[in-house]
Structures are given as structure tokens and as C-alpha cells.
């Protein structure tokens, strides 16, 4: 575990916004696509974002370009989770005995004087979405998803959090990250014919155990149509055409002193570049993030 503090660009003192990213850059930014070194484009599109805190995964060996080039306080969970605060980080979080540090952590970073707690997250991989058998009925769906580690994973990070749960109206809490299955907010009736879903209503297992804890999905909550608005967050290789995928990638959050006002996915094919605030970037990951901006009381 690596904590270190940077002085990073400060908020004027009266401003509560909190614009918070979450971004899986696929092996510390590795891509066969691009000449240069891809974590480059990577730093160039967190800083053109505007983002107060990122979560990353996959960091992998990156952390410390990355912290440099932006200037902020960051804390180094593992080699997969790293997050980068421009707020001071006043405290770190890590549960071994429960839920390991690849797949889990956090931090707490004092707001021009209000505490946030943020944690970063990464479920595993398997069984891979890719394979789900949409042609199937619901709960042999579900059966099939069970069987992997995510839905324990997300059991075991839910029950250490219980503490802090309990006071997200003092201390808001975000979770977000790479969870590696869709949610249930997506896979409705209304969606059961588009993005692939081949009929297919699903509640999945994480998203509910989510919603059970209390947790709002901050893009889903803004965009509460997924007709209109999927939100796609995956990108990967099909043969050699790139196909979309829906989201796996979250910012959750809970208390009442926290509201979500905006948030927005993006995602890019590895070959075109990422079109952000004006400027043109190489997209480096498979993965599209999200940002959403919040509101703290």
C-alpha cells in the first residue's frame, strides 16, 4: 500500500461540486494501436476532464505517471486499484481479512471541510458477459452468473462497508468502478429486444445487492430511460470488428447530503480518437468510464 500526498490545484473555498471518474485503462493504458505510450493519452484525457477524483483500474505500473503528471494526492491500493484525489486524502481503506485490496478499496478526502468517502472496485472478470446465455430463461441466467465470485464479492465489500453505510448522511459514501456484469436497470422488458439482449429480462445479482444497500446508480438516476440512453461502458474485439456492449462500469453512491446533478458515459473504438471538451485523444482502453458530478452539502 502506497499513500502519497501531492499538492495538487485547489477549490475556491465555497464550492461544493465534486466531479468524480471511474476508468478501467486496460493494463495501465496498453494498447497495440498507438505508436507512443498509450498511459499518455490516458493522462491527457483525465486531465481534460476536469475530474476531482478518479478511480482507476488496471493501473498496473502506472500510478506513479499518472500522479506526477497530474499533481494530485493519491493512494495506491495494489497494482490493480489506484485512486487520485485533488482534494487532501485524510484517511485510507483496506479490508484484507474480508475482501482483498485487487479488488477493493478506499479513502476519505476532506471537501473544502466536508468528508467524502470514495472506493474504488473491481469484481471479477468471470463469468465473462460476453457468454451469457440470453437465450435462456431468467433464472437459468442468473444460475449461470451465480456461479461465479462476483455476487460473494460484492457480499463481503458491502458487509465490511455496513459502518460506513450507516453514516452516509454525515459522510457521503461513492463506489464505483469496473464491476464486470450489467445491471437490472438495464436489462428491462423495455430493452429486452435492443443492445443484443436476445430477449432477455435479467435482474442481475450485483446491481440488486446495490440497490438493496441503499446505493443509487448515479448515471442510471440521470438517465433514467435505458431505451434512450444505455449508457455502453464496453468495448471489445469480435473477430476484427469492434462491438459494443452494455455497462459494466458504476458510480454508485448514498446519503443525504450528496445528490448527483450530472453524469455521462464515454467510450470510444481503439481506432478512432476520443473527441473531449474540444480536443482530440487516442482512446487506450477497452473500457469506456464514467463521470458524474455531484453535489455535496
Known amino acids: 500500500m502506497l499513500f502519497i500526498p501531492a499538492c495538487g490545484q485547489a477549490k475556491t473555498p465555497h464550492s461544493k461540486e465534486l466531479k468524480v471518474l471511474s476508468w478501467n485503462i486496460w493494463h495501465g493504458g496498453h494498447s497495440k494501436a498507438y505508436p507512443g505510450t498509450a498511459c499518455e493519452a490516458a493522462i491527457g484525457i483525465l486531465k481534460?476532464?476536469?475530474?476531482?477524483?478518479?478511480?482507476?483500474?488496471?493501473t498496473y505500473g502506472a500510478s506513479p505517471m499518472v500522479a506526477d503528471s497530474l499533481g494530485y494526492d493519491h493512494f495506491l491500493i495494489s497494482d490493480n486499484l489506484c485512486i487520485y484525489s485533488r482534494y487532501p486524502i485524510t484517511d485510507t481503506y483496506t479490508f484484507p481479512d474480508s475482501i482483498g485490496t485487487f479488488n477493493f478499496g478506499g479513502v476519505e478526502i476532506d471537501v473544502d471541510g466536508q468528508p467524502v468517502r470514495l472506493f474504488d472496485t473491481w469484481l471479477h472478470y468471470l463469468p465473462d458477459m460476453r457468454l451469457a446465455p440470453t437465450d435462456q430463461t431468467?433464472?437459468?441466467?442468473?444460475?449461470?452468473?451465480?456461479?461465479?465470485?462476483?455476487?460473494?464479492?460484492?457480499?463481503?465489500i458491502l458487509s465490511v462497508m455496513r459502518p460506513m453505510l450507516k453514516e452516509a448522511d454525515r459522510i457521503p459514501v461513492i463506489m464505483g468502478g469496473d464491476f464486470n456484469v450489467h445491471s437490472h436497470l438495464d436489462w428491462t422488458e423495455a430493452t429486452k429486444n435492443l443492445y443484443h439482449h436476445n430477449g432477455a429480462v435479467v435482474g442481475w445479482t450485483v446491481s440488486k445487492e446495490m440497490q438493496?444497500?441503499?446505493?443509487?446508480?448515479?448515471?442510471?438516476?440521470?438517465?433514467p430511460d435505458p431505451v434512450k440512453n444505455i449508457g455502453t461502458t464496453?468495448?471489445?474485439?469480435?473477430?476484427?470488428?469492434?462491438?459494443?456492449?452494455?455497462?459494466?462500469?458504476?458510480?454508485?453512491?448514498?446519503?443525504?447530503?450528496?445528490?448527483?446533478?450530472?453524469?455521462?458515459?464515454?467510450?470510444?473504438?481503439?481506432?478512432?480518437?476520443?473527441?473531449?471538451?474540444?480536443?482530440?485523444?487516442?482512446?487506450?482502453?477497452?473500457h469506456g468510464f464514467v463521470m458524474t458530478t455531484f453535489k455535496v452539502k
Open 138 to 156: 431468467e433464472q437459468k441466467i442468473l444460475a449461470w452468473d451465480d456461479a461465479g465470485t462476483r455476487d460473494d464479492e460484492v457480499r463481503r
Open 234 to 286: 464496453w468495448l471489445y474485439d469480435n473477430d476484427d470488428k469492434p462491438t459494443r456492449q452494455d455497462r459494466i462500469d458504476f458510480i454508485y453512491y448514498k446519503g443525504k447530503n450528496i445528490r448527483a446533478v450530472a453524469s455521462e458515459t464515454y467510450n470510444q473504438e481503439l481506432t478512432k480518437p476520443l473527441e473531449l471538451n474540444g480536443d482530440k485523444f487516442f482512446y487506450p482502453s477497452d
Open 212 to 223: 438493496k444497500a441503499g446505493f443509487k446508480d448515479s448515471y442510471r438516476e440521470l438517465h
Open 48 to 58: 481534460k476532464s476536469g475530474a476531482d477524483v478518479i478511480l482507476m483500474i488496471e
